[in-house]
């Protein structure tokens, strides 16, 4: 019966500090990732995008998309994994939250609200992109090291990207 119940108590202790690819772990502030849907406004079609991130072996990541200043998408991805973020065409900056030892009770501070919860323990770093523009497109980040590459983040801070 002991056995049981530590094997129940190890089970939660990892399944409560986990996340996985594609899960929007700051939702009560940021919401959850919608699909985009094409739409026509004032006159004008307007289409969908994809932001589309690939990790490291070495370490998750959160995605954050922001427009006009604002968070408008967020995304954890696990090491090692690929998730599309779906936007509606238009200009996004784009910032990179990475670390380890995820905390699901860590206080995170935002411009947005009060309560975000949930962050990296160790080995925090926050990257950005320059805005990008977008129009029926697929932005491709591939998170890691690469002789010649084409992208160079930038350095940023948890107060820039929430």
């Known amino acids: 019966m002991k056995s049981k119940l530590l094997f129940l108590a190890l089970i939660s202790f990892f399944t409560a500090n986990a996340q996985y690819t594609g899960a929007t772990p700051w939702e ?12 026509v406004e004032n006159g004008y079609y307007v ?22 200043g604002r968070v408008i998408k967020h995304a954890y991805i ?12 238009g200009t996004y900056q784009v910032f990179f939250y990475y670390g380890k030892d995820w905390d699901r009770f860590k206080n995170m501070n935002s411009n947005q609200c009060n309560s975000v919860t949930g962050g990296f323990k160790t080995d925090e ?15 491709k980040y591939t998170l890691t090291q690469v002789t010649y590459g084409n992208f160079s983040q930038k350095s940023s801070s948890l107060e820039e990207a929430l």
């Open 78 to 89: 696990s090491a090692n994994s690929s998730h599309d973020i779906e936007v509606k065409d």
């Open 125 to 139: 770093y926050v990257g950005k992109d320059d805005p990008i523009s977008l129009k029926g497109q697929i932005m």
């Open 47 to 68: 289409g969908c995008s994809t932001i589309e991130v690939n990790t490291s072996s070495s370490s998750a990541v959160i995605v954050i998309v922001k427009r006009f």
């Open 28 to 39: 009560n502030c940021y919401g959850k990732n919608a699909s985009c849907q094409t739409y």
